[in-house]
């Protein structure tokens, strides 16, 4: 293209992370058309979502990574507080039995205790509910990210 033919110029900016950020600058043709302008501009959208998503990239792995260990974590936690209310339970039971009593009724004190261990087990489950949630989105991001850098590849 001839020099001295009017341009205009194209800047193209976008935040990579929390202390970056690039710009891309171009020129087209002062007359050129608009699937021209159109194409240029999503090549340079490609390009910084690649960048954007090939910096994210490990903090998305690392925090997907975190929150599948704190599923697993919860999730041996809610085992833990079933099982323990399934054995206080029987076992006051099994004593009642012992004691001649035909039917099992708890005393105040156990009713306390097993609304304290369904607390745990209320509280464990919300846990969980959130967890899952969480690592479908960042399963997702990471998904999207993958995808980014595999065009761009």
Not at 48 to 66: G, N, V, W, Y
Request: one cysteine or more.
């Amino acid at each position: 293209m001839p020099v001295d033919v009017p341009a205009i110029g194209v800047s193209f900016k976008q935040t990579i992370d929390d202390y970056r950020e690039i710009v891309f600058q171009s020129h087209i043709p002062r007359d050129c058309d608009k699937a021209h302008l159109d194409e240029l501009l999503d090549k340079l959208s490609t390009a910084s979502d690649r960048l954007k998503a090939k910096a994210h990239l490990p903090t998305i792995q690392k925090l997907l990574e975190i929150k599948k260990e704190a599923q697993k974590t919860e999730t041996s936690n809610l085992l833990l507080h079933q099982t323990e209310h399934d054995l206080t339970e029987d076992r006051w039971k099994q004593e009642a039995v012992k004691s001649g009593r035909h039917t099992w009724r708890p005393t105040p004190g156990q009713v306390q205790a097993l609304a304290t261990i369904k607390a745990k087990i209320a509280s464990t489950e919300q846990n969980l509910r959130v967890l899952d949630k969480e690592v479908a989105e960042y399963s997702r991001q990471l998904a999207d990210a993958e995808g980014k850098l595999g065009a761009g590849a």
